[in-house]
């Protein structure tokens, strides 16, 4: 799985809920979906009101909170494919420590730093895709790591 932004949120829930992924690699996500979207709705002029609006409606529309998606908590709480987080430095819709502190979280997760890049161009470096292929090509990826807090836990 390749996921961008909000859709490595996405993706570790899809994780959490059991869907089986040989490897993971998240681009420029978010750790937490309220901090992520409250950044944006500053960067945007929203006021407060907007934004709570807004997390009503989507959570009504997701029928799931935005604190399912702590993306950090889902490599704490499950067993993880092996995972590249690639984040730049100077994005600027998404912290860098967002990455660092899924990259953390995940048991055996890779953190590659991009600089300069952004949000959006790390998309189409060169080099980022080179990365990107060759840590998905089979029999390249580490193999999954299962959380400490699981040890001895029969994996469902």
Same mark, same amino acid.
């Given at each position: ?7 490595? !949120? ?13 490897? %993971? ?12 979207? %409250? ?6 002029? @929203? ?8 997390? *009503? ?10 604190? #399912? @998606? ?15 987080? =690639?984040?730049? *430095? ?12 899924? !990259?953390? %979280?995940?048991?055996? #997760? ?18 980022? =895709?080179?990365? =990107? %292929?060759? @840590? =998905? ?20």
């Amino acid at each position: 799985m390749v996921a961008h932004s909000l859709g490595g !949120a996405a993706t570790a829930l899809a994780l959490r809920e059991g869907l089986p992924a040989r490897a %993971a690699v998240l681009v420029g996500a978010p750790a937490d979906m309220h901090a992520a979207c %409250a950044s944006l709705a500053w960067q945007m002029g @929203f006021t407060p009101g907007v934004l709570a609006r807004m997390q *009503r409606q989507s959570e009504r529309w997701l029928g799931l909170p935005w604190s #399912a @998606f702590n993306v950090p908590d889902v490599g704490r709480t499950r067993p993880v494919p092996p995972t590249l987080v =690639i984040h730049d *430095r100077n994005d600027k819709e998404v912290r860098w420590e967002d990455g660092a502190a899924i !990259a953390g %979280a995940w048991p055996g #997760a890779q953190l590659a730093t991009t600089s300069g890049l952004g949000h959006r161009r790390i998309l189409q470096d060169p080099a980022v =895709i080179r990365r =990107i %292929a060759d @840590f =998905i090509r089979p029999g390249t990826a580490p193999r999954a790591v299962i959380p400490p807090a699981l040890h001895g836990l029969a994996a469902d």
